[in-house]
């Protein structure tokens, strides 16, 4: 046991802290403001401590800065702390409490998570605001051919690159006033997708691993620097197949006596990164996919006949991926596509 434990409920204008001895007994209850000066000074000069709070927007700043105080920090998942949520009584001070006294009872009960450092923070927001640039583009392209078939018209058939030259000569006059703004917005942002594609370039060559993972066919700069910013260091899995887990790509179970019901996938961890790997299965499975170990395994998960077959192809073939991205990264060797296939012909 520790021999202080802080609980801490923060919100957007303040923090609840509730301390607590090692017998269990409260120390300190206290509210300040959810800010790095005054939390700063609110463990200063405390002895070093346990120090629970929920992962949310201010977590990764903020156990950062209790970890810079010298204390043991503590991201609670809050997938794992039901019994806050389902309290009767819920209020911060008392959220603040139930942190502290289930951190100082046994942490893994709150399935810890780690944040990365702020360097990756920073560079992964680049990934996902170019992320926000494209879903936000995607929106207007739809509105605009969604408003132009109302209309019993159509507009050609032509990438989202170049939708903002193609397009604008086909909307019909009535709508041109409505619709030609969003034509050149949609061109602004393909610019921008565009410089932001330059700068993940860019930010590959500083994360020289990236190199490993393009080896892949179906993974890409982007996918490729989003899997090393959000694993950020390989050694947190020590057998390959558990980074499946971590990305939520694994089924669910609620095994219960004889019953083991087939249920979907966790879908925990980044959704960003799930979604890539899953768009770089559809690739792998898809006509344009070069033959492979992975996309031959896909195929034939793919053909057992079993219900929705198809789709769960998708969903192990992204798993398999992963653990193969894992397994590149570690060792640092070349790709070879049809490695195992070579073995088994060999033997």
């Excluded at 000074?41 to 977590?59: C, H, N, Q």
């Excluded at 560079?123 to 936000?136: E, G, K, N, Y």
């Excluded at 709508?175 to 594609?197: D, F, N």
């Excluded at 925990?268 to 033959?291: C, E, K, N, T, W």
Aim: glycine share 10%.
């Amino acid at each position: 046991m520790p021999a202080i434990t802080l609980g801490l409920d923060v919100g957007d204008r303040y923090t609840h802290v509730h301390a607590l001895g090692a017998g269990g007994e409260v120390l300190r209850e206290r509210r300040v403001r959810t800010a790095a000066a005054a939390l700063g000074a609110a463990l200063t000069g405390l002895p070093p401590a346990r120090v629970v709070l929920e992962a949310g927007p201010r977590s990764p700043w903020l156990s950062r800065l209790v970890a810079d105080r010298g204390h043991e920090v503590v991201v609670a998942n809050p997938r794992r702390v039901a019994l806050i949520a389902s309290s009767q009584r819920k209020t911060d001070r008392l959220d603040a409490e139930w942190l502290a006294r289930l951190g100082r009872f046994d942490p893994q009960l709150l399935a810890p998570i780690r944040h990365r450092s702020e360097q990756s923070q920073h560079d992964l927001a680049v990934v996902r605001a170019r992320d926000a640039l494209v879903r936000t583009r995607t929106l207007l392209i739809n509105h605009v051919r969604g408003a132009v078939k109302a209309c019993g018209a159509a507009l050609p058939s032509c990438t989202a690159d170049a939708f903002h030259r193609k397009v604008a000569e086909h909307i019909p006059g009535g709508l041109q006033p409505a619709l030609l703004p969003l034509a050149e917005t949609i061109g602004e942002l393909t610019a921008r997708i565009a410089a932001a594609g330059r700068e993940v370039e860019a930010l590959c060559e500083a994360y020289p691993e990236t190199a490993a993972l393009r080896q892949v066919a179906g993974v890409g700069p982007i996918t490729a620097l989003t899997f090393v910013l959000t694993i950020e260091d390989p050694g947190r899995f020590p057998k390959n197949r558990e980074v499946g887990a971590y990305l939520g790509l694994v089924p669910r179970q609620r095994d219960s006596g004889e019953r083991e019901p087939q249920l979907g996938i966790g879908k925990s961890g980044d959704a960003g990164l799930r979604r890539m790997l899953v768009q770089a299965a559809h690739y792998i499975l898809g006509p344009f996919g070069p033959d492979t170990d992975l996309r031959r395994w896909g195929e034939r998960y793919a053909g057992t006949g079993a219900r929705n077959a198809k789709k769960r192809a998708v969903v192990a073939v992204a798993r398999r991926l992963s653990v193969l991205l894992l397994a590149l990264w570690k060792s640092g060797e070349l790709y070879e596509p049809l490695r195992h296939a070579a073995a088994r012909e060999a033997a």
